[in-house]
């Protein structure tokens, strides 16, 4: 049964640095595109990033361009978004999605396998 993960959420202060992991289990990570998306309370779900099954292309939201970095390890199944200089507008519930067919993309309705969320505050 395919399977994700998410972790490595918390309380940060503005400014500070997090790197969530999206871990997956039932299915080999490197045939799926892998999206990163988050939604705030009262918020619709934005898109945060993707990223390539070989690992070579990704794709930002105007939002987290030069904070947010994703990467793979394929070896490891897992997928992980480094998100540096964090403002009080990125708390959010994050989730990671894998996508079977088609390319890195950040709209949500075309991901069909989702996290649980990890739970992202950045406050002081």
């Known amino acids: 049964q395919l399977q994700l993960v998410e972790s490595g959420g918390g309380l940060v202060q503005p400014g500070g640095s997090l790197r969530l992991s999206c871990e997956a289990s039932g299915f080999i990570v490197d045939r799926y595109v892998i999206g990163w998306f988050r939604q705030a309370p009262g918020k619709e779900r934005e898109g945060v990033s993707c990223?390539?099954?070989?690992?070579?292309?990704?794709n930002y939201a105007d939002s987290v361009k030069g904070r947010f970095t994703i990467s793979r390890d394929n070896a490891k199944n897992t997928v992980y978004l480094q998100m540096n200089n964090l403002k009080a507008e990125d708390t959010a519930v994050y989730y990671c999605a894998a996508r079977r067919l088609g390319a890195c993309t950040v709209v949500a309705e075309l991901f069909g396998s989702w996290g649980q969320g990890t739970q992202v505050t950045v406050s002081s």
């Open positions: 990223i390539s099954r070989s690992g070579d292309r990704s």
